[in-house]
Nanobody, 129 residues
């Protein structure tokens, strides 16, 4: 059984930083593309930062480019999201997702096959102005 668990959310002032972590079990992490999604109130969940199984290819949605960095440590089965210069509009529930197929690129998990992803329970990130 695949388990995806996020951690690291919280309350931060605008301009501050947070780092999210996501640990995965029940699948071969080092062959699995991973990604971060978020869902703000009254909005759909959207993939904004994803990484290929090898870590060599990354995708960022325009609103987070230059502020967020996705990375992975395959030895620890862990995905990270470093978030800097946070803005109030970044407030959302953040979800970690794992691709359901091996050896895929970042857009497979972020955009093309989201309905088949494995999901975490989400962690709240709140940015105050």
């Amino acid at each position: 059984q695949v388990q995806v668990v996020e951690s690291g959310g919280g309350l931060v002032q605008a301009g501050g930083s947070l780092r999210l972590s996501c640990t995965v079990s029940g699948l071969t992490f080092n062959t699995t593309a991973m990604g971060w999604f978020r869902q703000a109130p009254w909005k759909e969940r959207e993939g904004f930062s994803c990484i290929s199984w090898s870590g060599g290819d990354k995708y960022y949605e325009d609103s987070v480019k230059g502020r967020f960095t996705v990375s992975r440590d395959n030895a620890k089965n862990t995905l990270y999201l470093q978030m800097n210069n946070l803005k109030p509009e970044d407030t959302a529930v953040y979800f970690c997702a794992a691709a359901s197929k091996k050896y895929e690129g970042p857009l497979y998990v972020c955009r093309d096959n989201t309905e088949s992803n494995y999901w975490g329970q989400g962690t709240q990130v709140t940015v105050s102005s």
